[in-house]
């Protein structure tokens, strides 16, 4: 599956932004998808995940209560709605496919990647 994300940019601390990535093949409603983010000079990490149903979600505690991910897989799309964003969420975004329909909270479960999308929280 190919990915492709979309929607990041420049937001004042508070705002919201949506994150779309769109997928390309058969069986995008058969694979678990998740977000996860890379700040300067910091390593990957999870942001979220859902299942192939969109029933299980899965959030990293950093962002609880904050960001919603979903799915509508009538257009191979999953979306990460990001509200009351804080400077500490700025990083590149990239979204994952995982060829299982169940989802995980480590970027090794994931065998697709996006080429990722830029968020940057002003304060």
């Known amino acids: 599956v190919q990915l492709q994300a979309f929607g990041g940019g420049l937001v004042q601390a508070g705002g919201s932004l949506r994150l779309s990535c769109a997928a390309s093949?058969?069986?995008?409603?058969?694979?678990?998808m998740g977000w996860f983010r890379q700040a300067p000079g910091k390593e990957r990490e999870f942001v979220a995940a859902?299942?192939?149903?969109?029933?299980?979600?899965y959030y990293a505690d950093s962002v609880k209560g904050r960001f919603t991910i979903s799915r509508d897989n009538a257009k191979n799309t999953v979306y990460l709605q990001m509200n009351s964003l804080k400077p500490e969420d700025t990083a590149v975004y990239y979204c994952a496919a995982r060829d299982s329909g169940s989802p995980a909270k480590t970027s090794a479960d994931f065998g697709s990647w996006g080429q990722g999308t830029l968020v940057t929280v002003s304060s």
């Open positions: 859902i299942s192939w149903t969109g029933r299980i979600t």
């Open positions: 093949g058969r069986f995008f409603s058969s694979y678990a």
